[in-house]
């Protein structure tokens, strides 16, 4: 059996829901199979998997190989090109190929395989920056953190283990971080974290996103993206449905807008705004509020104060339209409960189940009209909510 599953893993199927079905199969059975040796080698030793990565990126190792994933580089040619040690970069890539992160031939050449080149990507880059430095001091703060709270429910965004980690008092989206280069690293993520998952129009009536003649010419907002960021979701939207008449706008924190591409949101007819969403909602009776990402960083009552804005600026066929992960009651998957996890310690906020998103928005004075779910692998779902 052990041969059938190694012939397997050299020509896994392509088809996506296949693929998905076997990953989670072979993850069970690699966990039944798992002893308390296995256990502790997967447990205490995993701390390096980041740091290794990260050094993969500094080295400029990823690119090198992602440049021609045809090219099989020997240990010397590599240590060249990178300029780095050949006795380290032997043990470097010795540890990166055992995970997957490169691929090493039986002739002792490396070469990128679909892991290598993801990691080449900025998204992946910035992904692995913002983890190492922001996510994981975070992390190992919160048994300590938990412990000090008296194994209570986070509930402040300003009392949680990255205060702890990072000894500040501002919440993770106030804090400046004293390295430059870990801001745009976690925008540069946010906009490729999900590029690979299935989008929300995919999945959603957009015919009734419509403005008549009337509307368009009051120049009546049809898509406002609250915390949108630098605008990508807006610039999908126009690129994925041109047929949309009307104003697309991104709202996000002034230091956030401040950051736009203004060209490329010209280019696409978006606008953008400074606007903080603890603030009433400029932009009365917009057709739609979009809501990416944003509920999931905030304990309840924040969430209540953000959606309190939106619904006392709704008109009356005004919708809102929650873009986040739906999880079940019961039965969450490890990749939903690890997000849930990550939130809770760094912003004491929720990955949500199907009754929470109801009771969190029955206690802002809306209700959940319909829940499209698009993706299923991590439950990503458009909520539909409009006033109770
Ligand atoms: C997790 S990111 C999601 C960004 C975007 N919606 C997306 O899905 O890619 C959260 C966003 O909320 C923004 N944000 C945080 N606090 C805010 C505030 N008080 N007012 C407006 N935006 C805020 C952040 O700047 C950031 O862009």
Redesign the pocket.
């Known amino acids: 059996m052990a041969a059938q599953l190694r012939e397997l893993a050299q020509n896994p199927p392509q088809d996506a829901n296949e693929r998905r079905e076997l990953y989670e199969a072979a993850r069970l059975l690699h966990m039944s199979l798992e002893t308390p040796f296995d256990a502790m080698h997967r447990l205490f030793w995993s701390v390096y998997q980041l740091p290794m990565t990260q050094i993969g990126v500094d080295t400029g190792l990823f690119k090198t190989l992602a440049e021609d994933p045809n090219r099989h580089w020997t240990l010397t040619d590599l240590s060249v090109d990178l300029n780095v040690d050949t006795k380290l970069l032997y043990r470097i890539l010795r540890y990166l190929a055992s995970f997957g992160l490169v691929s090493e031939s039986a002739n002792g050449t490396y070469h990128a395989n679909s892991t290598t080149q993801w990691l080449s990507t900025p998204g992946a880059e910035g992904g692995t920056k913002h983890y190492l430095k922001t996510v994981s001091p975070a992390a190992h703060a919160f048994p300590e953190t938990l412990s000090q709270q008296g194994y209570r429910n986070p509930t402040s965004s300003t009392d949680t283990a990255f205060q702890k980690a990072h000894h500040t008092d501002v919440s993770a989206?106030s804090w400046t971080p004293p390295d430059p280069t870990v801001l745009p690293a976690f925008f540069e993520f946010?906009?490729s974290?999900r590029a690979s998952q299935r989008n929300w129009t995919e999945n959603f009536p957009v015919d009734t996103l419509t403005l008549s003649e009337k509307e368009i010419q009051d120049k009546r907002a049809l898509f406002v993206?609250?915390?949108?960021?630098t605008g990508?979701?807006c610039i999908s939207l126009r690129q994925r449905h041109p047929e949309l008449s009307g104003r697309l706008v991104v709202?996000?924190?002034e230091r956030?807008i401040a950051r736009a591409d203004e060209a490329e949101l010209n280019k696409h007819q978006v606008e953008s705004i400074a606007?903080?969403?603890?603030q009433p909602q400029p932009l009365k009776g917009a057709k739609a509020y979009y809501?990416?990402?944003?509920m999931h960083?905030w304990p309840d009552a924040k969430c209540v104060e953000i959606l309190r804005h939106l619904r006392d600026a709704m008109a009356p066929d005004s919708v809102i339209l929650i873009?986040e992960n739906v999880l079940p009651d019961v039965g969450a998957s490890w990749k939903q409960a690890q997000k849930d996890i990550q939130m809770m310690s760094v912003l004491a906020a929720v990955e949500r189940s199907v009754s929470e998103w109801h009771e969190l928005l029955g206690s802002a004075g809306l209700k959940v009209e319909k829940i499209h779910t698009y993706d299923d692998d991590i439950g990503d779902s458009i909520i539909e909510a409009i006033p109770a």
Do not use: C, P, S, T
Request: charged share 30%; aromatic share 12%; hydrophobic share 30%.
């Open positions: 989206y946010m906009k974290q993206d609250v915390g949108g960021a990508h979701q709202e996000d924190q956030v606007h903080d969403f603890f809501l990416r990402n944003i960083d873009d």
